[in-house]
């Protein structure tokens, strides 16, 4: 059992920055077999806890050959989307991105959390894992979700349009962290969190350690952005929570 961080006080060209990560474990090319079984939802692994590795890139172009390890069953019992989804402190009509959305993994959670009178952007910067969200969205009958194509340096999201963002298993894929922090910063309302979810240094899945990010370097990453950090203790078998709040926003809710 890996130890569970404690509360803490606040204290190449990006080729693939934010795809699959959101949707499945971290993984190599498909049929490489070198990384899979380790994704997430949100495709991501990067530097060491020194950040020295550089960013992993990964890239997911075909949507249909991520569906089987993204989604497969087996990913529920470590990635707990639920307890991921209920550290966010979604209310009813919040607006919600998830960034490096892939084939959509947390979207139905994100709907149902938002309701009817809200709405989940799932964000990627590759096109056939748009495509795919906007099929699953319609075939889901997920009315509140929409998806979009993002450049692999920005998040593209206006300023001040949305309640919480969701990175989960991608943010080890950003180069420059935290400039691109600063950007999800002015992305949030003024109650507004951006929620990082990514692997521990003994997970069972993931990248390779060189391309792990320890919680405390996150969270700074996230203060260098404007972002106020605290680790959250969630019983994640294999991953941290790690959730920015802007510094003009009051405590958590």
């Not at 952007?121 to 056939?128: A, F, K, N, T, V």
Request: glycine fraction near 12%.
């Amino acid at each position: 059992m890996h130890r569970r961080p404690r509360l803490v006080a606040p204290g190449a060209a990006l080729a693939a920055l934010l795809t699959g990560c959101s949707a499945t474990p971290d993984a190599a090319a498909p049929g490489s077999g070198e990384h899979a079984g380790h994704h997430g939802g949100h495709a991501g692994h990067h530097g060491g806890h020194d950040n020295g590795a550089g960013p992993l890139v990964h890239r997911f172009e075909r949507a249909e050959d991520w569906v089987a390890e993204f989604e497969g069953p087996e990913r529920d019992a470590w990635q707990k989307p639920a307890e991921v989804v209920a550290a966010m402190r979604i209310a009813p009509g919040m607006r919600v991105a998830d960034l490096g959305a892939g084939t959509g993994y947390f979207l139905p959670h994100l709907s149902r959390a938002v309701g009817p009178t809200g709405a989940v952007i799932g964000l990627d910067i590759e096109r056939d894992m748009v495509r795919y969200m906007t099929e699953r969205a319609s075939r889901e009958r997920l009315a509140n979700v929409t998806a979009r194509q993002v450049g692999p340096a920005d998040p593209g999201l206006d300023p001040g349009s949305v309640d919480r963002i969701l990175v989960v298993n991608t943010w080890h894929h950003i180069p420059d962290r935290p400039a691109y922090a600063a950007k999800l910063r002015a992305a949030l309302r003024p109650d507004g969190a951006v929620v990082v979810v990514d692997f521990t240094d003994t997970a069972r899945h993931g990248p390779p350690k060189e391309h792990r990010i320890a919680p405390e370097a996150v969270a700074a990453e996230l203060r260098a952005g404007g972002l106020s950090p605290e680790v959250v203790a969630e019983d994640l078998p294999d991953q941290y929570i790690v959730v920015g709040r802007r510094a003009d926003a009051g405590a958590a809710r």
